[in-house]
């Protein structure tokens, strides 16, 4: 099955700069990329996505960049604001529509 | 906007009890997928439906753990009889050919 890592699991960061996620997957069957933001109390709510046949995607502040090769994708988000604070969690899968497999979240913080 | 409904928000129990959690997936999509949550373990997925059919619940315990669609509107997820380790958020979530969109779980609490 699809195994996915994420790093770093927190990071701090002022407001005004650059944060970066980065996530692996193993299976090389998986062509599509989400990532979600998770505020507390709420569920995951999807923030920008990437398919395989994408090398980069953007999205205002948000981009996500992606190399298959390599199998990890990234999460850029710039000009941080302190209601980007959450938790972000990266996922694979290999078709839209089935089930994401999940990394275990990068708790984000954005000090004034 | 459409939602994903869960409910209820929190749920808080013994030991040994019976638990349903209910979810309205969103109208038109075909899948629906149930999530547990921890800080230890993260988001695991449960068991997936479509078109109301199981099609994966290798993620649960079986002898505890069910989960069904008794129509395209409702999605159950039922543990009996519930243990401490049970305690987590679960999150139902729903798609069609579309990134998923999640509800804002059940908080469950088995004492």
């Known amino acids: 099955g699809e195994n996915v890592e994420q790093h770093p699991s927190t990071l701090s960061v002022q407001e005004g700069d650059s944060a970066v996620i980065k996530c692996t997957y193993s299976d090389s069957a998986s062509n599509y990329f989400p990532w979600y933001k998770q505020e507390l109390g709420k569920g995951p709510q999807l923030i920008i996505d990437?398919?395989?046949?994408?090398g980069e995607k953007k999205d205002q502040r948000i981009a996500v960049t992606l190399n298959k090769t390599a199998k990890h994708f990234s999460l850029h988000i710039t000009e941080t604001q302190p209601e980007d604070s959450a938790v972000y969690f990266c996922a694979a899968n290999p078709n839209s529509g089935y089930a994401l497999n999940f990394g275990k979240g990068t708790s984000l913080l954005v000090t004034p | 906007d459409a939602r994903v409904t869960q409910t209820p928000r929190h749920k808080v129990t013994e030991m040994g009890q019976e638990v349903t959690m209910r979810c309205q997936p969103i109208?038109?999509?075909?899948?629906v997928f149930w999530y547990r949550q921890t800080m230890m373990q993260g988001l695991e997925l449960l068991a997936y439906f479509r078109n109301r059919a199981p099609l994966d619940d290798s993620g649960m315990p079986k002898d505890r753990f069910s989960a069904e669609m008794p129509d395209a509107t409702l999605a159950t997820l039922k543990i009996q009889p519930s243990e401490p380790r049970d305690s987590a958020v679960y999150f139902c979530?729903?798609?069609?050919?579309?990134?998923?969109?999640f509800g804002n779980g059940t908080r469950l609490t088995v004492t």
């Open positions: 109208l038109g999509h075909n899948t």
């Open positions: 990437i398919r395989s046949n994408v």
């Open positions: 979530a729903s798609g069609f050919n579309s990134p998923l969109h």
